[in-house]
């Protein structure tokens, strides 16, 4: 009789340690990833997710320079995805990788304009005297558009300086400016929201797209796995179906 209250106390710290052991079963993975990158790697997320039991991928959207900025501080992130070969390779110069970067897809630059054109834009030629925006000359969407534009000997300027390039198609979407230079990928997400028109010399000045696994990531093999998972069949076919090129 004496045996019966120690076997139920037992019992009883027992209970907790099973309910911890099943959080701890809750893995992370943390992306950096250009903002271009958004609604794809999200549908990427989904489906990697269904593929990995117990797994919420998060992610960090933003300049592909700054992220690559921000992992070499040890910024919190296990994975890091760049719209361009210079940001991966500030992470890459910094000692921030924990495996070699691999190139994943490209992308091409296009104009964009409100759906209903308000500028009565018929393409290239005709951002003169109207209020057209690009992304900043830091960021890789900057560079680009800043390359072409000089190719193409334009010397208008831009009413204004982006950060990334969805802050340059929420402009347009929205109205508040003429045109923007985005990449086809940003373009074919916004879809009837814009009339897409082809920026001359932009099929040979291609953005690539690097991944890597970041030196500070937590996730054990998870990061390798998502790297993997980008570049595989079923990756590229969602990237394909997104308006990215092959690499």
């Not at 004496?2 to 992370?28: G, N, Y």
């Not at 489906?47 to 700054?66: A, I, P």
Request: proline share 4%; charged share 25%.
């Amino acid at each position: 009789m004496r045996m019966r209250p120690l076997i139920a106390v037992s019992v009883l710290t027992l209970l907790p340690l099973t309910s911890c052991s099943s959080d701890d079963d809750e893995k992370q993975l943390t992306v950096l990833a250009a903002a271009s990158l958004t609604g794809t790697f999200e549908t990427l997320a989904s489906t990697f997710e269904d593929e990995h039991d117990g797994v919420d991928v998060k992610f960090n959207f933003g300049s592909s320079t700054t992220l690559a900025e921000q992992g070499v501080d040890g910024a919190p992130g296990d994975v890091l995805a760049t719209a361009d070969e210079k940001s991966m390779t500030i992470a890459e110069d910094g000692d921030a990788l924990a495996a070699d970067r691999m190139q994943f897809a490209t992308n091409e630059l296009v104009l964009v304009v409100p759906a209903d054109n308000p500028a009565k834009i018929t393409g290239f030629d005709d951002l003169a005297d109207t209020d057209w925006v690009r992304c900043a000359d830091d960021v890789p969407c900057g560079r680009l558009a800043l390359s072409l534009l000089e190719e193409n000997k334009v010397t208008a300027e831009p009413r204004s300086l982006e950060v990334d390039v969805k802050s340059v198609l929420a402009k347009i979407t929205s109205g508040e400016a003429d045109a923007g230079f985005v990449y086809a990928s940003d373009a074919v997400a916004a879809g009837d929201d814009v009339l897409v028109f082809d920026v001359p010399g932009a099929a040979e000045q291609l953005n690539p797209y690097f991944i890597a696994p970041l030196d500070q990531n937590d996730s054990g093999d998870l990061a390798q796995e998502w790297v993997d998972f980008v570049s595989s069949d079923e990756g590229r076919k969602i990237l394909d179906d997104a308006g990215f090129g092959k690499p």
